[in-house]
T-cell receptor
Framework: AQKITQTQPGMFVQEKEAVTLDCTYDTSDPSYGLFWYKQPSSGEMIFLIYQGSYDQQNATEGRYSLNFQKARKSANLVISASQLGDSAMYFCAMRETETSGSRLTFGEGTQLTVNP | DTGVSQNPRHKITKRGQNVTFRCDPISEHNRLYWYRQTLGQGPEFLTYFQNEAQLEKSRLLSDRFSAERPKGSFSTLEIQRTEQGDSAMYLC????????????????FGPGTRLTVL
């Protein structure tokens, strides 16, 4: 079974609007962390935001926020006020603390295009 | 530049040749990871080191692959007898192990080495 599922291969958004990128995960580990990374066409993975399984509040980092619904096992990324520079591939990843140590398991990604 | 660096950025080789990639992590980071990313996919974990000790290896890391991290600083990933299926982006990441919980263990990635096997 897929541990990380990103069901949107591609998403389009108008500049200055908000967009939500979906991520669902599957784990039986009680302690885990969820990450979002951005990968521009240059190839480098850029860390955006982190949510721990025991965190009570949704994580926020500037224009990025994470809509964490633990019971549904979803960790959607919300980008507010989209900018042209947000056009990139976005990956959701999970680290299962007890079962897989430090490794990250990534989803297949969502290609976001911001239109002017 | 104090980020993760990787060399070379691009490598083209013929099938059957050996290749070696280098990764220099962020200087205070004691953990180093290798991932492989094929076109249109997310990165897949290969192996990781804590200091000089290789603590985990994926089953993706066949016996043609070997990674080292002498002295706990830079790391090398060698692929012997390359095959066309080895063509991919090889990403290196580093992090610092903290007793403060997982929040401070974000992995910072380098720009990757793109390998093309002809």
């Amino acid at each position: 079974a897929q541990k990380i599922t990103q069901t949107q291969p591609g998403m389009f958004v108008q500049e200055k609007e908000a967009v939500t990128l979906d991520c669902t995960y599957d784990t039986s580990d009680p302690s885990y962390g969820l990450f979002w990374y951005k990968q521009p066409s240059s190839g480098e993975m850029i860390f955006l935001i982190y949510q721990g399984s025991y965190d009570q509040q949704n994580a926020t980092e500037g224009r990025y926020s994470l809509n964490f619904q633990k019971a549904r096992k979803s960790a959607n990324l919300v980008i507010s006020a989209s900018q042209l520079g947000d056009s990139a591939m976005y990956f959701c990843a999970m680290r299962e603390t007890e079962t897989s140590g430090s490794r990250l398991t990534f989803g297949e990604g969502t290609q976001l295009t911001v239109n002017p | 530049d104090t980020g993760v660096s990787q060399n070379p950025r691009h490598k083209i080789t013929k099938r059957g040749q050996n290749v070696t990639f280098r990764c220099d992590p962020i200087s205070e980071h004691n953990r180093l990871y290798w991932y492989r990313q094929t076109l249109g996919q997310g990165p897949e974990f290969l192996t990781y080191f804590q200091n000089e000790a290789q603590l985990e290896k994926s089953r993706l890391l066949s016996d043609r692959f070997s990674a080292e991290r002498p002295k706990g600083s830079f790391s090398t990933l060698e692929i012997q007898r390359t095959e066309q299926g080895d063509s991919a982006m090889y990403l290196c990441a580093s992090s610092v192990r903290s007793s403060g919980g997982t929040r401070y263990n974000e992995q910072f990635f380098g720009p990757g080495t793109r390998l093309t096997v002809l």
